[in-house]
């Protein structure tokens, strides 16, 4: 399941992902990034993971073509609890040029605090 909040001009991009991402739901977070993108660049992107279970096949192939857009963002903050694996080496080599910074689940205010700092 996947829920985005802060669709409007001057909010934080909040993205939820519980369970299982699908293919639908990298593309409703694609649709989304692209929108937001075209009200303001670069952006702060917060990821929320709760329960996660992994990632279909499909949606980790369209995840990759999402990576293209990811060099609009200039901050992201990662709120996790313990099923996500967290960030390695490799991922932030994914997105040169982005901050991220990873935060316990009951921190999501702090992430929200840190993505407004200039």
């Known amino acids: 399941?996947?829920?985005?909040?802060?669709?409007k001009q001057g909010e934080i991009l909040e993205v939820t992902t519980e369970?299982?991402?699908?293919?639908d739901d990298l593309q409703k977070f694609e649709r989304a990034?692209?929108?937001?993108?075209?009200?303001?660049?670069?952006l702060n992107i917060l990821f929320v993971f709760k329960n996660i279970d992994g990632n279909t096949t499909k949606a980790v192939l369209k995840g990759w073509k999402i990576v293209t857009h990811l060099k609009s963002i200039k901050k992201s903050a990662i709120v996790a609890?313990?099923?996500?694996?967290?960030?390695n080496e490799n991922i932030e080599?994914?997105?040169?040029?982005?901050?991220?910074?990873?935060?316990p689940l009951e921190e999501l205010e702090a992430a929200r605090e840190w993505l407004r700092e200039e």
Do not use: N, R, S, W
């Open 33 to 42: 990034l692209k929108a937001k993108k075209l009200q303001e660049e670069p």
């Open 19 to 23: 369970g299982t991402a699908t293919q």
């Open 93 to 103: 080599k994914l997105i040169p040029g982005v901050e991220v910074y990873q935060y």
């Open 81 to 87: 609890d313990e099923t996500f694996v967290g960030l």
């Open 1 to 7: 399941m996947l829920e985005i909040k802060g669709e």
